[in-house]
């Protein structure tokens, strides 16, 4: 093996039909993210991992749904496991409930992935703590199809506080925002569940949105950008 495959990974070897799957997707149009939520399709997404630690632990599952035209699309929906060469620890398994049979007869990665970024199309993405979900399906992405995932995303755990800044203080977690709006959650830790109360979530912040002008996904944007600003000043 080459120094630079040493230090870098050997590049994934996809089949043709997973190269053609992977170009139509790239071929797509970029959404217009200045567009109403009224008319727009937004999908929010969260993951379950091996662990926390985004640069050693792995991929095991994403959830997903959509926000189509201001409403939840429970028909419109992805729930998918990611098969694991080596199951994670069975504290981890107690978190997510994605048992060691479930983990290794789970979607090989490569079309898992590939399943995910055909269902999200160029859709906005949104997610609550963005930078882990972010980072660990870019990691999967580059291990399983050699390439860089960059797109657009919205993090609700800025955007939230900018919305209600006397309450910054008390409510971080997805738990208390989900407690403060009276959200449920019907299997807390899994993926799709978690992906579901982070969009009623977004639906439970739309007064605030409006009352802010900001019902777009780049309002979003904006909002998060000034609560960065906020706790992190240039």
Same mark, same amino acid.
């Given at each position: 093996m080459s120094l630079?495959?040493?230090?870098?990974g050997a590049k994934p070897q996809l089949t043709a039909s997973q190269e053609d799957r992977l170009r139509a997707w790239r071929d797509q149009p970029e959404p217009d993210t200045r567009l109403p939520f009224d008319?727009? #399709?937004?999908v929010v997404v969260d993951v379950e991992? @091996?662990?926390?630690?985004? #640069?050693?632990?792995?991929?095991?599952a994403i959830g997903a749904v959509?926000?189509?035209?201001?409403?939840?699309?429970? &028909?419109?929906?992805?729930?998918?496991?990611? !098969? !694991? @060469? *080596?199951?994670?620890?069975?504290?981890?398994?107690?978190?997510?409930?994605?048992?060691?049979?479930?983990?290794? *007869?789970?979607m090989h990665p490569a079309d898992a992935l590939l399943a995910f970024l055909e269902f999200l199309g160029k859709s906005p993405l949104i997610a609550f703590h963005?930078?882990?979900? *972010? @980072? $660990?399906?870019?990691? &999967?992405?580059?291990?399983?199809?050699g390439f860089r995932f960059e797109h657009t995303w919205a993090d609700l755990a800025y955007v939230a506080p900018t919305l209600y800044p006397q309450l910054a203080r008390r409510y971080r977690s997805l738990d208390q925002w989900m407690e403060l709006f009276g959200i449920g959650n019907y299997a807390r830790h899994s993926a799709l569940a978690? &992906?579901?109360?982070t969009a009623e979530l977004l639906l439970a912040l739309r007064? !605030?949105?409006?009352?802010?002008?900001? $019902? @777009?996904?780049?309002?979003? #944007?904006?909002?998060e950008r000034e609560r960065r600003l906020q706790t992190h000043p240039v």
């Open positions: 630079l495959k040493q230090m870098f008319t727009s #399709r937004l991992t @091996s662990g926390l630690n985004v #640069r050693k632990d792995h991929l095991i959509t926000v189509v035209n201001g409403k939840i699309i429970l &028909a419109d929906s992805l729930d998918i496991v990611l !098969q !694991q @060469s *080596q199951v994670s620890g069975k504290d981890n398994i107690l978190i997510h409930g994605i048992g060691g049979e479930a983990q290794r *007869q789970g963005v930078e882990f979900d *972010q @980072s $660990m399906i870019g990691r &999967a992405m580059k291990a399983h199809l978690d &992906a579901l109360a007064p !605030q949105l409006e009352a802010r002008q900001t $019902m @777009s996904f780049q309002g979003l #944007r904006d909002l």
